[in-house]
Every structure is written in structure tokens, then in C-alpha cells.
């Protein structure tokens, strides 16, 4: 069963304050991990895909890596908006589902 | 523009009632999806479709049921059979087998009165 882990559950940023979030997961060969955004009461709005170890993607203050066993979502010198939820999610091979992970929940203070 | 559309996005349920979430997309995708999530539980995934007249159960399908007649709508129902249905449910879709990630909804929030 593929299974996703995500750490820590909650963090406290002061702005300015660069972090990471974890995501580690086990999966039966995997095809795609992807990391989503999430405001309160709306949905989940993608932000990444990576697809093998060692392949990175930045945006704005993101920027994700990927290795065998993990990705880091790393948040350089957050702002307020940035906070939110962030959401990653594994997909295996052969398989059209997302195992999702519970979520880092990131709140950047002024 | 392109998109998922959920609606209502507040809904109440009585007791023994039965209520439809509805789920439309124009984004030409074959495959969709419905979550249901809770509080520090993260996304469950309730059913699935790959193909119209065509879907399957996920994890946690126990009361409820979906249908799958045109490939723009996946609406699904909460049954009275479904005994702690308050929650976010959300809708998604992908491009199919090939997925490259899921178009999510804005959601629903069902709380049961």
C-alpha cells in the first residue's frame, strides 16, 4: 500500500524565516509525486510535479526536491501569503490514484 | 476558462436524507475523482471513474454512490446508509491513464442538522 508521510503537522514561520516541509512515502515504483497548495475551505491548487530522484522545480519562494524515499518543499523567506496547507501527494506505477499525505499546515507571521 | 465546478458549496443534510453533490468539468478529462476530507485525516478517497459508464470504489464508498453518464459529470450521492457524512468533499480530474495530476474543485462542505 503506497503510504505518505508529512512533517512537521504544523509550523509557525516568522516572515523572512526560510523553512522546509517533508513528505516521505513508500510506493511499488513511483510515477509522479506532486505537492499541492490549500487555503482554507477551497481546494487544492497544484504546484509541483517531479518525477525521478534528484529533479528539482522552483516557483516564486518554492522550490521542491525530490530523492528516493522523500521530497522537501523548501519556502525561502516566506511572506503571509504563503501560508496555507500544503498537500503531497505519490502516484505508483500502473496506477491512475493519488495516495495523499495528511498535509503541513504553514502559518507566516508579520 | 477551463475548470471544475463543484456546487452547492454549503449544503445541509437532515437526518435519513439522501443529497447529491454536483461535479462538472470542461476540461475535456477523462477520469475523475471523489475526496472526502476531515480534519487531520488529509484526502480518502471515495470513488473513482476512468471512462463514462464506468467507476469504482476507493477507499471509504460505504454510503455513498456516484454515476458516471457524460464525461463533463460525476455527481455524488450521499445516502442516509452514510452515518457521519459531515465533512469537505472535494472533486478532482485528470487526463486519464498517462495522469500528470489532478484538477481539483473548490468543494463542499455538507454538515448533517
Known amino acids: 500500500e503506497d503510504q505518505v508521510t508529512q512533517s512537521p503537522e504544523a509550523l509557525r514561520l516568522q516572515e523572512g524565516e526560510s523553512s522546509s516541509l517533508n513528505c516521505s512515502y513508500t510506493?511499488?515504483?513511483?510515477?509522479?509525486l506532486f505537492w499541492y497548495r490549500q487555503d482554507p475551505g477551497k481546494g487544492p491548487e497544484f504546484l509541483f510535479t517531479?518525477?525521478?530522484a534528484g529533479e528539482e522545480k522552483e516557483k516564486e519562494r518554492l522550490k521542491a526536491t525530490l530523492t528516493k524515499k522523500e521530497s522537501f518543499l523548501h519556502i525561502t523567506a516566506p511572506k503571509p501569503e504563503d501560508s496555507a496547507t500544503y498537500l503531497c501527494?505519490?502516484?505508483?506505477?500502473?496506477?491512475?490514484?493519488?495516495?495523499f499525505g495528511k498535509g503541513n499546515q504553514v502559518v507566516v507571521i508579520p | 476558462d477551463g475548470g471544475i465546478t463543484q456546487s452547492p458549496k454549503y449544503l445541509f443534510r437532515k437526518e435519513g436524507q439522501n443529497v447529491t453533490l454536483s461535479c462538472e468539468q470542461n476540461?475535456?478529462?477523462?477520469?475523475m475523482y471523489w475526496y472526502r476530507q476531515d480534519p487531520g485525516q488529509g484526502l480518502r478517497l471515495i470513488y473513482y471513474?476512468?471512462?463514462?459508464?464506468?467507476?469504482q470504489k476507493g477507499d471509504i464508498a460505504e454510503g455513498y454512490s456516484v454515476s458516471r453518464e457524460k464525461k463533463e459529470s460525476f455527481p455524488l450521492t450521499v445516502t442516509s446508509a452514510q452515518k457521519n457524512p459531515t465533512a469537505f468533499y472535494l472533486c478532482?480530474?485528470?487526463?486519464?491513464?498517462?495522469?500528470?495530476?489532478?484538477?481539483f474543485g473548490s468543494g463542499t462542505r455538507l454538515t448533517v442538522v
Open positions: 517531479l518525477y525521478s
Open positions: 476540461l475535456n478529462h477523462d477520469a
Open positions: 501527494a505519490v502516484q505508483a506505477s500502473g496506477n491512475n490514484r493519488l495516495a
Open positions: 478532482a480530474s485528470s487526463i486519464g491513464r498517462n495522469n500528470y495530476g489532478y484538477t
Open positions: 471513474s476512468q471512462i463514462v459508464n464506468d467507476f
Open positions: 510506493v511499488s515504483g513511483l510515477r509522479g
